[in-house]
């Protein structure tokens, strides 16, 4: 193989440079040439490509976002649309391509390697929703960035002696929520994966203050409802007044964590490596500390189960 392409697509996450990096720098080792698609699968269609060497990836292992930037493409989700991405990634002489992205990045880039392109998905989200791997570039940053802000509301929390209701991100689950509400020492965490009932969240709430407890913090994910409508049940329920907020995009940014730093750089140069073996719709994902790679079809019909038992510590914990 002689050259490839890669590019970040979907939401954003810390980490995706890092992993860039390793891409470019990985192929340059093996002797081969690689070109940067900008903006996602847009880029395929509109043929926005640049040529990376070893110094254009140089100075960017420690920034948030994505020097290629990142988008989403609806032409991408069309027979036409996808044929023309291929036809322009033939002309320029690729080989493979290589997808940094969540899930629906894996799906588009599956699509392309049904009409003939190599592929390796490489998984970049906060979300961590994506099977066979436990943990995806930018997860780690993103709890860590919700950990600092409850820390930072719930010293204004027990100044006042109040509780707060905030939302995180995560799509249609609760990785983040759970991960960032069992390390922040929250007192309830709302997820998806498991239905809740209000009146225990506010005999949580109750409970709490009764024994002198000076603040109370509340995770909901976005996937459930927003933390408006929680706060509002709450204080319908109870007349118990909590405060909202919605933590939003600052969950995005932010300089990629050493353990995301880490990841991106092994699984960036783990998916070079496999496009060099000769693999061809596979995602790299890491599974008790190791890199490992599964068929990208199946990774994508594979569920990824929430950890019941941290779920459950959490409860306990925050009594
Ligand atoms: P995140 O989880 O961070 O949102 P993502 O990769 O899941 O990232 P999506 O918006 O779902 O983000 O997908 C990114 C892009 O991938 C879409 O805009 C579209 O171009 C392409 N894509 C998604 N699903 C498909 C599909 N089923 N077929 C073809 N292309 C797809």
Redesign the pocket.
């Known amino acids: 193989m002689k050259k490839v392409a890669v590019l970040t697509?979907?939401?954003d996450?810390p980490g995706m440079n890092a992993a860039l990096r390793a891409v470019v720098r990985t192929s340059i080792y093996h002797g081969m040439e690689v070109m940067g698609v900008r903006r996602?699968?847009s880029g395929l269609l509109n043929c926005d490509f640049v040529p990376l060497d070893i110094s254009s990836v140089a100075d960017i292992i420690q920034r948030g976002g994505t020097i290629l930037h990142t988008a989403?493409?609806d032409e991408?989700?069309v027979p036409e649309g996808r044929a023309l991405a291929f036809t322009h990634l033939r002309e320029a002489g690729v080989e493979g391509l290589i997808v940094i992205?969540?899930?629906?990045?894996f799906?588009?880039a599956l699509?392309l390697e049904k009409i003939g392109m190599n592929v390796i998905g490489i998984p970049g989200?906060i979300?961590n929703d994506i099977p066979c791997t436990e943990r995806t570039i930018g997860f780690d940053t993103a709890v860590n960035t919700v950990v600092d802000a409850i820390n930072k509301i719930r010293d204004t929390a027990t100044s006042h002696e109040r509780a707060f209701v905030i939302e995180v991100m995560g799509?249609r689950s609760g990785f983040i929520a759970l991960a960032a509400g069992l390390a922040g020492g929250a007192e309830s965490i709302i997820i998806p994966e498991k239905p809740f009932d209000i009146h225990e969240i506010v005999a949580t709430l109750k409970r709490g203050q009764e024994r002198g407890k000076q603040h109370n913090i509340i995770i909901v994910a976005e996937g459930v409802s927003g933390a408006y409508e929680i706060s509002k049940k709450i204080l319908d329920i109870s007349r118990l007044d909590t405060r909202v907020i919605v933590l939003g995009h600052i969950q995005r940014g932010g300089s990629p964590s050493a353990g995301d730093r880490i990841l991106a750089s092994k699984m960036g140069s783990a998916a070079v490596q496999l496009l060099l073996k000769g693999f061809r719709k596979r995602m790299v994902g890491i599974v008790g500390d190791e890199i490992k790679d599964f068929d990208l079809e199946w990774a994508l019909s594979q569920s990824k189960e929430i950890n019941m038992e941290d779920y459950i510590l959490s409860g306990i914990l925050a009594m």
Request: aromatic residues 14%.
């Open positions: 697509s979907g939401g996450a996602g699968y989403r493409c991408f989700f992205g969540g899930d629906g990045t799906r588009g699509e989200t979300d799509r």
